[in-house]
């Protein structure tokens, strides 16, 4: 009789098993850990890297795990990822995707490792493959619910179990262990080495593992994250039950059950209620799962997606000779793809966007947004090796080609300019007014102003600001280039409203008239910002002295046109006020651009200091605010003392 219990119970369980066709790609982290070696050198470091996390990628999607090594010298790049054995491949690309966009966090060290609830990723300038115990060898301990003496006996057990028959199998093993003496508990545990190392490796680290795991006991939840393998267990089942490749490969050992109790009634009635019980959980499960599976799928089918492959071949392996500029946000290449498109790749290092599937998600957002003075998103590659963003190629690359440069600046008469400038407001207004998302754009500068063929403007990186929010180093480089078109209460208080778009595009508008750059500070010939600049003229009647010569208007040029340049610099003014509620929105700034009408006097600028202020100062001092996480450290400095120039 305890035999057909015992399958019956059984059958419970594959049905179980039967009832879960979805999966958890488990892209939880769980630890990063940094090296203290800084890289030597980063032309050569960054390549590698990226060149080994390419390499690796492949291998993960045939296997679930892969080794690379790119470069030589103290650059030299060792790379090894691995997804635990139950996950399958879909999630395996999903929990790699995670771990490489995380793990560059570590960058300028050139050593990390990161934990994920899925999978395992390494990267060191030595060959650590053969390593299996280290100093930092740890367990972390989940605290939520404190497990009782026979929970325990029984993780005790699986665990053992584990470490029994997993070095055979490359250490990878998982169980289930119905608590005895409790109708509604299971243990579940899972284990696994890197496959670089040897069984008697795998052993040690997993004899190690375990005892440190078992150190969580009484809680009900513990990790070790050893050097050479992962060993979770878990009061709740975070097993993957999909029958993919992971089982063909591993071993499912199922330890049934085994229930001191003669009374079959309540012993069926037990079981039944542990049924009903598992279903709901499971239910309940599906749906966030159900989520995850969907982003894949959608990663994978959609037309925004491009193959990372496909990119690569477009760009001629991101070739030097392909290489159009460093934006903001990654470096920009040309590609034609094999339909002849051209386009533009931005291909974003370093990026520590939670997952894959949220930055998709954005990107998905951000394409959905099409407007004449926009630059088309075509789509990413999300899930590859690295992100990558693909736009519309546009042959006349970005305006401060154009008015910074003595020579191309002669193609850009006043009629053109003011076209640019117009254009540039209506992309704006469009991005402010957007009835599906509002989008602020924080970066409006000439060099993200993009020309096409006819030199009419296109607005370029627009909704990504909100995408790097958290990756501080990337925003500060972001911001290092773009000062001098910063508003000043998003510069001293990060209060950002549309009203900081609007300043930046006041600042636009001078440097589009003048030709001159209003962040330059030491080696031009002028001391002051370009803003100040033209307010002092502006007030002394003498704008005209600051014209762009290119401009090339003739002593007999009409009053009309000097008027309405003069009536735009008034514009630009009104638009860079101190206060930003007097600022106009871009909706009421467009209105005063294309119709006649008296405008407002604009009111002053943001005051100056006359000592200059560094820029790197600024980046080095703790106390700045623009090194400050919370806004509270800012508000006794005077946004007026560290404005540049
Ligand atoms: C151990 O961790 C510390 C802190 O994260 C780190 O500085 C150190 O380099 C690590 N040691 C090894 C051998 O990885
Ligand atoms: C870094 O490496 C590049 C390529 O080998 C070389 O041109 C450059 O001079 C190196 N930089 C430093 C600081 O050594
Ligand atoms: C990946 O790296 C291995 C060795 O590190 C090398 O043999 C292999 O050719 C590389 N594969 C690709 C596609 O670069
Ligand atoms: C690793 O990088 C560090 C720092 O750049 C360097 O000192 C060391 O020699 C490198 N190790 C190897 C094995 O190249
Ligand atoms: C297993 O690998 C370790 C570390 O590389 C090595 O020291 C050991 O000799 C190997 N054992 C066997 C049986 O190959
Ligand atoms: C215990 O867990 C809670 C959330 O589950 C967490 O906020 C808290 O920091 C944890 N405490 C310890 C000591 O780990
Ligand atoms: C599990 O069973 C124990 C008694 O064996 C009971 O105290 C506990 O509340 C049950 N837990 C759940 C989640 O049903
Ligand atoms: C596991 O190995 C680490 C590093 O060798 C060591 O510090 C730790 O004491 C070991 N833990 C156990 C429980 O053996």
Redesign the pocket.
Known sequence: MNNSIKSFISLVNILVLLEIATADPRTHTVQV????QLEHNTTVYVPNFVATMANISQQMTASGFGVAVTGTGPDINYGLAQCYGDLSLQDCVLCYAEARTVLPKCYPYN?GRIFLDGCFMRSENYSFFEEFR???DTAVCGNTTRKSSLFQESARQAVMTIVQSAPSNRGYARTQMGVSGSMNETVYVLSDCWRSLNETSCRQCLENASESVLGCLPWSEGRALNTGCFMRYSDTDFLNKKLGSGSSRGTIIMIVVSVVSSLLVLLVGGVVGFYIWKHRYIQKKRRGSNDAEKMAKILNDSSLNFKYSTIEKATESFGDANKLGQGGFGTVYKGVLPDGREIAVKRLFFNNRHRAADFYNEINIISSVEHKNLVRLLGCSCSGPESLLVYEYLANKSLDRFIFDEQRGKTLNWEKRYEIITGTAEGLVYLHNNSKTRIIHRDIKASNILLDSRLRAKIADFGLARSFEEDKSHISTAIAGTLGYMAPEYLAHGQLTEKADVYSFGVLIMEIITGRQNNRSKSAEYSDSLVIITWRHFQAGTVEELYDPNLMLQNDTSDNVKDEILRVVQIGLLCTQEIPTLRPTMLKALQMLTKEGNLPAPSNPPFIDEKTMELNDAYDNPCHPLNADGSSSVASVSHSSFYPR
């Open positions: 850990t940094c090296g203290n050593g280290g100093p930092n």
